[in-house]
């Protein structure tokens, strides 16, 4: 998993402010229906200056007033990716590629992936938002070794 976070910061470094990253990360959490990673997402986000008015929103963005064309094309993009069973048409490609040049496009399509295999991960081993960490492990649902196996992936994202 190290290797997994050191590409996030690659990535992050490359081509786009990591707030705006972040925005997107919490918004394909969001898509996942990943608790784990909503909540990483947000607190990052929100720890970036993001505001509460824009972080509840983000599940509307299509109906919200307040996310630049640039983030609702970021936005729309993670969505195509995440809800594409076959693969991406031409109409969403180019719509992309209005608004992002091919390097930031690669990178937009990298923090995607990998947010959807981090989310894929933490969904597997029922990977309880950080707040239910704080919480004795006896008192957690799971059978045992379901436990243990999310208890190990936990200490892989930490």
């Not at 180019?94 to 496009?105: D, G, M, N, S, V």
């Amino acid at each position: 998993m190290e290797e997994m976070v050191s590409f996030q910061e690659f990535i992050g470094a490359r081509t786009f402010e990591a707030k705006f990253l972040e925005l997107v990360r919490t918004y394909v959490s969001y898509l996942n229906r990943c608790a784990y990673g909503i909540d990483r997402h947000t607190r990052r986000v929100r720890g970036l200056g993001e505001s509460e008015e824009r972080l509840r929103l983000l599940p509307a963005w299509r109906r919200a007033t307040l996310y630049s064309e640039r983030e609702r094309a970021a936005l729309s993009w993670a969505e195509c990716l995440t809800r594409s069973v076959a693969q991406v048409s031409e109409r969403e490609f180019a719509q992309a590629r209005e608004w992002f040049t091919e390097e930031e496009l690669v990178d937009l399509t990298l923090a995607v992936v990998e947010t959807q295999a981090s989310n894929r991960v933490a969904i597997a081993f029922r990977q309880p938002p950080a707040p239910l960490w704080g919480t004795s492990l006896g008192s957690l649902s799971a059978p045992p070794r379901r436990r243990r196996l999310a208890r190990i992936a936990a200490e892989q994202f930490a």
